[in-house]
């Protein structure tokens, strides 16, 4: 691991309702496998999901244990908008690519609910509309040509002007894009209840060593893992094994509020702002208003740590600005790691030069749709499958860089 990092601190909304238990046992002798998982959180949950189904044998493991990573600081906006608006990806990556990374996001939701719902996982879910407001990096006539071009790719999407804008939801702004199909869930729940399907052991990999026939795994306590395959699901712990792509890791900063279902907007849908700084809104189902936002480019959990006062009083003040009906001051207020990448696409796929060793690198503010188009990639090409869509998210793909990337 290049660097063990203390990804989340604060209090996360997620820890006012209990999860599932999960099980965990100890690695006390060497093992064999069919693939073996590298972390626990909701990207390890959902690929440990798919390959059991697929009648794979799975160990999964974690330094930590089950969802004590990144998962709980998740604020769980379960979207298919990606990070990069898709008129700006199409001049980062072509058109088409950046149509088919739009619908395969679209898909990745879909598939997602309806696994949820097939599984029977009490987790909150429930369809959200979403609402993208215009903003600092995209104005109103931006906004519109942004609904034209999602409309021209086959995703539905309605401009709103300011007036049907506050006489639909009560907000103040030029323009937006209104969005069906997205969900809204706990992010603990959910992991539980998938990790339920699998074993899961709380151990540290140490060493990785591949051969073209299987993958050797060394572990804290000495017990070693063979397995025909090697998924990485550590999250924004980078193992050294994995390439340099073009992402960063930042800070960013989360609040959460007493519940007032009464006082929500209309539809408590997603609002997201095309601001840079951002601000994004979500309600929980009892009725908080979670609001986050505030990145800042720097690595420094201690530095991070100590601007949750600042920084939640900050969010507070935008929240307020923009609901002055809401009691916005925060029962809950945390901050943790967040990864970006330049075009806000994940790397998912096997390594360069290590096609055993496959990694799950969701990163951007579509953490959870991500792992789901991870869990279904990974598990085809393991099946000795190929997903139409793996070259489009793999590490050795084309990166663009000549336009400059919005952090969102």
């Not at 909304?13 to 238990?21: D, G, I, N, T």
């Not at 002798?29 to 626990?40: C, E, N, Q």
């Not at 330094?63 to 379960?78: F, Y």
């Not at 992010?187 to 591949?210: C, S, Y």
């Amino acid at each position: 691991m290049l660097r063990k990092l203390d990804l989340s601190t604060g209090r996360p909304v997620w820890s006012a309702y209990r999860a599932p238990a999960v099980p965990t046992g100890s690695l006390t002798r060497d093992v064999k496998t069919d693939v073996l998982i590298v972390g626990l959180g909701i990207s390890g949950a959902m690929m440990a999901e798919a390959l059991t189904a697929d009648a794979h044998a799975v160990i999964c493991i974690d330094r930590r244990g089950p969802q004590k990573g990144s998962t709980a600081a998740t604020t769980a906006l379960v979207q298919f908008e990606i990070d990069q608006p898709l008129s700006t990806l199409s001049g980062m990556i072509g058109k088409s690519q950046a149509r088919q990374a739009w619908r395969r996001s679209r898909l990745a939701v879909s598939n997602l609910a309806a696994r949820i719902a097939e599984l029977g996982i009490n987790c909150g879910m429930s369809r959200t509309q979403s609402l993208y407001l215009a903003g600092t990096v995209l104005g109103p006539s931006e906004l519109r040509d942004e609904a034209e071009a999602r409309q021209m790719a086959g995703i539905g999407a309605t401009y709103l002007t300011s007036a049907p804008l506050a006489e639909a939801f009560g907000i103040d702004r030029g323009g937006a894009i209104l969005s069906h199909g997205n969900i809204a869930l706990d992010p603990r729940k959910l992991t539980a209840g998938l990790l339920l399907k699998a074993l899961e052991t709380p151990v540290e990999a140490t060493a990785i060593e591949g051969s073209a026939d299987e993958v050797v795994v060394a572990t804290t306590g000495g017990p070693t893992i063979t397995a025909r395959h090697v998924v990485l699901a550590t999250g924004y712990e980078l193992i050294d094994i994995v390439p340099a792509a073009a992402h960063r890791v930042i800070s960013t900063w989360a609040i959460a509020t007493c519940p007032q279902p009464r006082k929500l907007w209309p539809g408590a849908a997603f609002i997201w702002e095309a601001s840079d700084p951002y601000l994004y809104v979500r309600a929980t189902a009892d009725g908080r208003v979670i609001c986050g936002g505030e990145d800042e480019e720097f690595l420094d959990e201690t530095r991070r740590d100590k601007l949750i006062a600042d920084k939640s009083a900050c969010i507070a003040a935008k929240l307020d600005l923009m609901f002055p009906h809401l009691d916005v001051r925060p029962e809950f207020a945390w901050t943790g790691s967040f990864g970006t990448t330049t075009t806000g696409l994940p790397y998912i796929g096997a390594l360069p030069r290590h096609p055993r060793i496959h990694a799950v690198m969701g990163y951007g503010g579509n953490g959870i749709t991500f792992s789901r188009i991870a869990a279904e990639i990974v598990s085809a090409s393991i099946d000795g499958l190929e997903d139409t869509d793996a070259s489009m998210f793999a590490f050795n793909r084309r990166v663009h860089t000549h336009k400059q990337s919005l952090i969102t």
